[in-house]
C-alpha cells in the first residue's frame, strides 16, 4: 500500500518534444506529491510538487497533472532539452506518527536528443 | 547555504569487510534521512531521524546495518559485514521539519562497492 508505481523506466524525446511519466499510489493518505531530478552523480533534487487538493500545477515547463479518483499523478515536460536528460523519480509522502514518510517511486531515465 | 555534505564519495571493500559513512545535514534541519539507492531503483529509505532520536527504522537489516546521529547534527551508517548485494550509493537527505511539504535535501550519496 505503501507502493509508488512509475512508468516508464526509461523514455528518449527528441528536443523540443514533450516528455510525460506517470505514477500511480494505492494509499489515500498520500498529501504530498513531490517529483525529484536526478542527474548522474548527485542527489536527487526537488523539481515541482503538488498536493491532492489542485489537478494541475506548472512551473515553466514543468506541469503535474494529478487524478485523485484514479490515484495518478503525471510528469509533463514541455519543449524537451538535451539539459533535460537525467532520472526523474515521482514520490508521495504521508504524516506519519507525527512525521513525513516520503515514499519514492522506481524511477524514469529521460533522454533527450538533439 | 550549504548543502548536506556526506563522505566519503567512494568505497570499494570485500565482502564481510566493514565501512561507515558519514552525513552532515544542512544547519538547522530537524530530520534526517538515509536511503539506500541500487543501481536502477528509486531510493529505499533505511533509516529517519528526528533530531536524535529514531522515528523509523523498519526497512534497516538490523543485523548488519547501524546508525545514529550524535547530538541531533551529524550521522553515521555502519554496515558490518557487508554483503555483495550492499553494493549501491548511500544517500543521506534532511528536511527542516517534522511535518509541512516533506521537502528532502540530498547530500550527493556514498557509493559502495562490494567485491
Known amino acids: 500500500q505503501q507502493q509508488v508505481k512509475q512508468s516508464p523506466q526509461s523514455l528518449i524525446v527528441q528536443k523540443g518534444g514533450i516528455s510525460i511519466i506517470n505514477c500511480a499510489y494505492e494509499n489515500t493518505a498520500f498529501d504530498y506529491f513531490p517529483w525529484y531530478q536526478q542527474f548522474p552523480g548527485k542527489g536527487p533534487a526537488l523539481l515541482i510538487a503538488?498536493?491532492?487538493?489542485?489537478s494541475e500545477k506548472k512551473e515553466g515547463r514543468f506541469t503535474i497533472s494529478f487524478n485523485k479518483s484514479a490515484k495518478q499523478f503525471s510528469l509533463h515536460i514541455m519543449d524537451s532539452q538535451p539539459g533535460d536528460s537525467a532520472t526523474y523519480f515521482c514520490?508521495?509522502?504521508?504524516?506519519?506518527?507525527?512525521?513525513?514518510?516520503?515514499?519514492f517511486g522506481t524511477g524514469t531515465k529521460l533522454q533527450v536528443i538533439p | 547555504e550549504a548543502g548536506v555534505a556526506q563522505s566519503p564519495r567512494y568505497k570499494i571493500i570485500e565482502k564481510r569487510q566493514s565501512v561507515a559513512f558519514w552525513c552532515n545535514p544542512i544547519s538547522g534541519h530537524a530530520t534526517l534521512y538515509w536511503y539506500q539507492q541500487i543501481l536502477g531503483q528509486g531510493p529505499k529509505l533505511l533509516i529517519q531521524f528526528q533530531n536524535n532520536g529514531v522515528v523509523d527504522d523498519s526497512q534497516l537489516p538490523k543485523d548488519r546495518f547501524s546508525a545514529e546521529r550524535l547530538k541531533g547534527v551529524d550521522s553515521t551508517l555502519k554496515i558490518q559485514p557487508a554483503k555483495l548485494e550492499d553494493s549501491a550509493v548511500y544517500l543521506c537527505?534532511?528536511?527542516?521539519?517534522?511535518?509541512?511539504?516533506?521537502?528532502?535535501?540530498f547530500g550527493e550519496g556514498s557509493r559502495l562497492t562490494v567485491l
Open positions: 503538488i498536493r491532492p487538493d489542485v
Open positions: 537527505a534532511s528536511s527542516p521539519g517534522t511535518s509541512g511539504d516533506g521537502e528532502l535535501f
Open positions: 514520490a508521495a509522502s504521508t504524516p506519519w506518527g507525527g512525521y513525513q514518510k516520503v515514499t
